[in-house]
């Protein structure tokens, strides 16, 4: 009996097999990720804290210079503009931003030292950003 079956028939039925089951997964993907799409819009907004060695990131990127040997520096490259960044202990490095502008002259007085920044973490292409920040003191 099996031999006697169109091929062309056979062809179409399990192509609307598979076809249905495909979208039944692409379903189920929809309705998975508009659950999860307000839970991670959400968690996005909310302030998380970083604590780490203020460094000035010219320094710091082309050379590895942080610590104390690299203080004045480090305080000068702030000082005069330069961007400045938080090097976390495991190594996680953020550029700091206040509200639409450089965190320098709050920063300046802490270079090479340890501190926490809160605000809006943020990562886009491997690049870190503490955005909204606020100095805790």
């Known amino acids: 009996m ?22 039944k997964i692409l379903a189920l993907l929809v309705v998975t990720v508009g ?8 968690a996005a907004d ?4 970083v604590t780490g060695e203020v460094v000035d990131l010219m320094c710091y990127l082309d050379h590895g210079a942080k610590g104390a040997k690299h ?15 938080i090097l976390t202990a495991d190594n996680e490095l953020y550029l700091v931003i206040g509200s639409h502008k450089p965190m320098n002259e709050e920063l300046v007085a802490f270079a090479a030292k340890t501190v926490t920044v809160s605000g809006k973490l943020v990562e886009r292409n491997g690049m870190k950003m503490v955005e909204n920040a606020v100095l805790q003191k």
């Open 2 to 23: 099996t031999g006697s079956r169109n091929p062309v028939v056979v062809f179409q039925y399990h192509m609307k097999t598979i076809t249905s089951s495909l979208l």
């Open 35 to 42: 659950l999860l799409a307000p839970r991670v819009s959400m």
């Open 46 to 49: 909310q302030a998380s804290a």
């Open 71 to 85: 203080a004045g520096c480090c305080a000068k490259c702030i000082g005069s503009g330069g961007p400045v960044g």
